[in-house]
């Protein structure tokens, strides 16, 4: 779940050539990819594609001034959370105080001396760093390491407006545990909470675009994007597949299964959302538990469902 | 202090970086030496023609600038025609005429520093 550690973007925003000139030299060696912006207007288009940790943003800009620019980033929620360092050659104090009291993490002032430049940047990046751990440690379930409910609802939406932008395919997985109550009342609760740790393991897995999610108690969820029904059937029966083959220590003749329902995006038109996904893949979810567990089945009556087929003494 | 600044603005010996042995430095101030007469053009066009804005937005971005490489007569000199533009006045061009001189007169000297610290 842990995410790779990228080399951290800085955008600098300025109407000075001299200034981005001076900047590209003394940054040089920094870890750290530095981008310029001329202009407020591009500033802000390179903030929204880029998504840099960090922005150096001058003050003295035409069109919108740097407080203003500062608005529009803190207003938009996909650049809210960049760490903005005011960097100005003015000398009012009140700039400085109006900048960090709008949401400015620091300030240097212009001409700046090249160590203290670089300290601050540094000092920036850390900071955006342990936000960005923070804000994905409270996304993360603490057992499973799975993303938990919260993430999930958010990126639901971000990915259903991505499928509808590039009529792209979008499928969702329900996964529930079967007879998990009876699990853990036969084998107590710590062998419960094996069994959650076990199945998460297998469901994160699987396609690295894929996204596992703890949906709550013994259900899951898996995003899958690019992926149409037929396509998400193989992927949900490779892991139902998984999780009955699992050998539990101390209880090796024990079969663990889980039931899947799985739904698209197809034929929902329009009415694409969260929870209409939802309700379709809980719907088939349902009919897999109804039909006798330890089974995929599709929301779409063309997907075939897959019963199990097993010798090994079944939990169901 | 005020007059032996004076005194010294007039001088016309050359100025040069105070990162003159800073080697990742050479190559940018080295275009900046040679954008200079460019930019002492252009103040002198916007003041004649009356620009006050992209003349107060010229020295303010020299004056960011100035000490960043290694010419903080030139930030400092800016710092004093910017404090004299912040009163709106109509005879502007008048308020700063004479700073305005010693700072063209600071760039000609710092371009001229080229020729001491060579072209590297």
Known sequence: MAEENPIPRLLAIDDSELIHRLLETRLQGERLELHGATSSEDGLKKSKSLKPEVILLDIALDGMNGFELLEKLKEDPETRNIAVIFISATGEPMDRVKGLDMGAIDFIAKPFDSFELKARVRSALRTQHLVKLLEQRAQLDGLTGLWNRRYFDQRMIQEISEAKRHSRPLSLVLCDIDRFKRLNDQFGHPFGDLVLEKVAQILSGGRTSDIACRYGGEEFALILSSTNISMGHEVAERLRMAIESIVWPGNPDLVVTASFGICDTQNLFEDITPETMLKNADSALYKAKQSGRNRVESARSSAKSTPAEKNKSSNK | ?120
């Open chain 2, 1 to 120: 202090m005020i007059n032996e600044e004076h005194k010294n603005l007039r001088t016309k010996a050359p100025i040069v970086s105070d990162y003159l042995n800073d080697q990742g430095m050479a190559k940018i101030i080295n275009i900046f030496l040679d954008e200079i007469p460019k930019r002492i053009a252009a103040l002198q066009v916007f003041f004649n023609e009356d620009n006050r804005d992209e003349f107060c937005k010229m020295i303010h971005q020299l004056k960011g600038a100035g000490g960043g490489y290694g010419f903080t007569i030139i930030t400092r000199t800016a710092l004093g025609i910017e404090k004299k533009l912040r009163i709106p006045k109509k005879e502007w061009k008048e308020e700063i005429q004479k700073n305005f001189e010693d700072f063209i007169a600071i760039l000609q000297r710092v371009h001229a520093g080229k020729d001491v610290s060579g072209d590297t």
